[in-house]
């Protein structure tokens, strides 16, 4: 079955502090991996990666992919208040019973004190 | 410039009452899907679509229906709901393989089962 697992489930750290959130998966037929921040209301989208070893980066944040060990982190340099948020990480299937299928991890709560 | 549009964004239910979740896409996406948000627990999929007259089951169908008779609209059915179906539901959606894998989520719909 397909799965996602995050870590840690919450992290709570002061502003200019970097975060490395992390993201396992297991997935029949893999097509890619995506990272969500969700605020107050409805999921916003970060990145997308599907191809091992090759950095996303926008602004201070970044993400990599390791397809081999299945998984990816998600980092955060120099945080702000404004990064508190909880972040998501999913999976898509390619093929067989996976196709279009998206599946979310349980999310890490990041909470960005001053 | 509508997007992904869910109704109604609120609603209250008694045990064993039954409801219809709408949601309404422009974008002409081809996949579409309905999770719904506990807390603690990340987005869990109940039922997903990857084109007009499809449906498959996701991680947590069960206690749902879905239909997808015209490729903007993914209604989420409740035969008979229970106070463990009170959650948050987001719809949303994607342009599907070979889109940039981004999904589009509605605001969400906030349910409480009595």
């Known amino acids: 079955e397909d799965k996602v697992v995050q870590s840690p489930l919450s992290l709570v750290v002061h502003e200019g502090d970097t975060v490395t959130l992390n993201c396992s998966y297991e997935?029949?037929?893999?097509?890619?991996l995506l990272w969500y921040k969700q605020e107050k209301k409805a999921p916003t989208f970060l990145f997308m990666l599907?191809?091992?070893?090759i950095e996303k980066k926008s602004g201070r944040l970044s993400s990599i992919l390791d397809k081999k060990e299945l998984f990816s982190i998600l980092n955060i340099t120099a945080t702000q208040t404004g990064d508190s948020a909880i972040y998501l990480c999913a999976h898509t299937g390619a093929g067989g019973t996976s196709y279009g299928k998206l599946t979310f991890g349980q999310g890490t709560i990041l909470t960005v004190h001053p | 410039n509508a997007g992904v549009t869910q109704t109604p964004k609120f609603r209250v239910l008694k045990t064993g009452q039954s409801m219809t979740l709408l949601c309404a896409q422009d974008?002409?996406?081809?996949?579409m899907y309905w999770y719904r948000q506990d807390p603690g627990m990340g987005l869990r999929l109940i039922h997903y679509s990857v084109g007009e007259g499809t449906t498959a089951k996701g991680e947590v169908p069960d206690g749902y229906n879905v239909s997808r008779l015209k490729k903007q609209n993914f209604l989420l059915g409740l035969e008979s709901a229970a106070p463990s179906q009170t959650s948050v539901y987001f719809c949303?959606?994607?342009?599907?393989?070979?889109?940039?894998?981004?999904?589009?989520f509605g605001e969400g719909s906030r349910l409480t089962v009595l």
């Open positions: 997935v029949t037929n893999f097509r890619s």
């Open positions: 949303a959606s994607s342009s599907g393989i070979g889109g940039t894998g981004e999904l589009f």
């Open positions: 599907t191809s091992s070893g």
């Open positions: 974008m002409n996406h081809e996949y």
